[in-house]
């Protein structure tokens, strides 16, 4: 069972702590009557899904002995225009640096983690659509 | 359309940056190479639930001019036993303080953002059957 306890500090500041024991500011723009002192609330999905996804991937690349020097993931969110604005569409964008990678096994890295694995993909993607692709740079 | 970047750090630490200009630092626990330096990326989606909802609560009844104190939001996440480990159910427990507080406000303000407004709680709910409580507390 994983838990967070949020409490509200001032303004549309809240704090938000994780049973793992971190925590994180959230706010809203000034729109909402915030004022921007920390994420948005619906950014933390996709930071989320950016961080698990990195996890497994360089966790399998790991396990191959690739030789990984840099891992970037790029997410963008698409929302719906109607309240409750939920996101429809994701693009995932993994940028893997390393030396001589093989494509086959930076492929099948992120496939796995798409598939098989991010937990976080699997949740979000009762809502929105999810896709991804991938780019492999060499290592300078 | 909100976006995110995801960096690879080292070991299995990450940090996020989203569009809001904020970072947050996301780790695993030792059991997957992690060094617990940050939240788990699962633990992000409990966190932006109830800073989402939390917000549209406070909100709904700062224009109804009760005199909040104080909002405490519990959130316990359930996840699927064989991977991906999606949240198959999520709790949420408002915890509202105040001075003299209509217990009618709360309620149709709990309401409005479960139903109508919390954009995480529609994205979430497309894999996750979603509970919800509600508690009143007098300010002392």
């Known amino acids: 069972m994983a838990i ?46 950016g961080g698990c996804s990195g996890m497994d991937v360089v966790s399998i ?34 940028v893997i640096t390393g030396k001589g990678l093989s494509e086959e096994a930076v492929k099948r890295a992120v496939q796995l983690s798409m598939d098989k694995y991010c937990s976080v993909k699997a949740t979000l993607e009762g809502s929105a659509k999810i896709n991804f692709t991938y780019k492999i740079v060499e290592a300078s």
Do not use: C, W
């Open 61 to 94: 690349l790991k396990k191959k002995r690739e030789n990984v020097t840099g891992v970037e993931i790029n997410v963008q969110g698409k929302k719906a225009e109607d309240y409750p604005q939920k996101y429809t569409d994701i693009d995932i964008e993994f």
């Open 4 to 49: 967070a306890k949020i409490k509200y500090t001032d303004g549309m500041q809240f704090v938000g702590e994780a049973g793992s024991g971190h925590a994180i500011v959230m706010d809203g723009d000034a729109e909402v009557g915030g004022s921007n002192t920390g994420m948005r609330p619906m950014e933390l999905l996709l930071v989320g899904l």
